[in-house]
């Protein structure tokens, strides 16, 4: 193996973040560059999440700290929000000259980011490659095969991942199996989530409340169409309390809640908001990222969508998909769920250790001997 050269070991990397979960992604991976390598890490959050309940918290929780530069990018609409992106960073990318950039997931932040990255000839290194819904309705579906294509370096959290960017024709070469980095700041900080007291805080019990998380436009923009899903939920909690910490981006004035068993807030710290899961008697969520917490902790999950990226979950988890077609039934989840914790492949806390020795090997050698 070559030695490392002064221009490997002290590179400049910067590492953008924009919203909750490229949070929970980078944090370890930063903590793993920070700590094991020589390199500059630099933080750009662009401010696509700016309300301190979806971000300060986070950052403060998962150990980032106070990033070096916040393009304060706010809401607005794909576009609108994709271009404030790419006109921001363009000038920080100038002055900063990094010899890499690191992006995350599959928000607006990330492929803005990289498509203005590309085009002054920075490398790019993807963490969570190769997830596909393989619904083009998703503006992450979008985001996602845009940053694939046009990165560098891939890193992937499941086997599926690598054969859908094998079957799209990405170099093995710039691929790399390292895990799932999510999990990595799970298993990190439950002491700390163990250690919180949302549950006595709120007057929940241990497995007799249900979990519920909704965003996706698809679900929450129309509120015909988000209130005919909380009846359905109600319908399914089976009289369970029903905690739900409520997206900025829903108007609660137009919200219709049948019962007494409703439980509203803002959105919560990280801490509490794991804890609340590993908790729960079931999850009800939308979001990609709760599919893989849930199923690490064996904690059964109801999926409102017709599809998922992260086919795993549902092959080794404790994932359900609850489809248009479902929601049109009488189907109800099952009033009782044995599941015992999964162990998916290389979900086990030490995935960023894995991408920064990776990346290291990678830029000295342009790829890992097998």
């Not at 949070?23 to 500059?40: C, E, N, Y």
């Not at 900063?96 to 790019?124: C, E, R, Y």
């Not at 893989?292 to 904690?299: D, K, Q």
Request: proline share 5%; with cysteine; hydrophobic share 40%.
């Amino acid at each position: 193996m070559a030695e490392l050269n002064a221009e490997t070991r002290n590179m400049k990397l910067v590492f953008i973040v924009g919203a909750r979960p490229n949070f929970i992604k980078a944090a370890p991976v930063l903590k793993s560059f920070r700590q094991g390598t020589d390199h500059q890490c630099i933080v750009i959050h662009t401010g696509q999440h700016f309300d301190d309940s979806m971000s300060k918290i986070f950052l403060k929780q998962l150990g980032i700290g106070t990033p070096d530069v916040n393009l304060g990018v706010g809401p607005g609409t794909h576009a609108v929000q994709t271009a404030k992106v790419m006109v921001k960073i363009e000038s920080e990318l100038q002055r900063i000259q990094p010899d890499w950039l690191f992006v995350f997931g599959d928000v607006n932040s990330t492929v803005a980011a990289t498509l203005v990255a590309k085009k002054m000839h920075i490398k790019v290194a993807h963490v969570e490659s190769g997830l596909r819904s393989h619904d083009m309705n998703m503006p992450e579906e979008i985001n996602r095969i845009l940053t694939d294509h046009i990165s560098d370096l891939l890193f992937v959290t499941e086997k599926s991942g690598l054969e859908n960017l094998q079957r799209e024709g990405v170099s093995e070469s710039i691929t790399y199996f390292v895990g799932n980095t999510m999990i990595d700041s799970l298993t990190g900080l439950l002491p700390e989530i163990n250690r919180n007291t949302i549950l006595s805080d709120l007057n929940l019990v241990q497995k007799d409340y249900i979990l519920l998380t909704l965003h996706r436009p698809s679900n929450v923009d129309s509120p015909v169409k988000l209130n005919y899903l909380l009846e359905k939920i109600n319908r399914w909690s089976a009289g369970k309390q029903i905690f739900w910490p409520v997206h900025p981006r829903i108007n609660r004035e137009k919200l219709k809640l049948n019962g007494s068993n409703w439980k509203l807030s803002a959105p919560v710290g990280y801490f509490q908001f794991i804890s609340l899961m590993k908790n729960a008697a079931a999850v009800f969520t939308d979001s990609g990222g709760i599919q893989e917490e849930t199923s690490f902790l064996g904690i059964p999950c109801y999926t409102i969508r017709n599809n998922t990226e992260r086919p795993v979950t549902c092959i080794s988890g404790s994932n359900t998909l609850v489809t248009e077609q479902m929601l049109d039934s009488d189907w109800l989840p099952p009033s009782k769920v044995d599941i015992k914790q999964p162990q998916i492949e290389l979900w086990d806390g030490k995935a960023a250790g894995r991408l920064v020795k990776c990346f290291g090997q990678h830029t000295i050698a342009g790829r890992i001997p097998d």
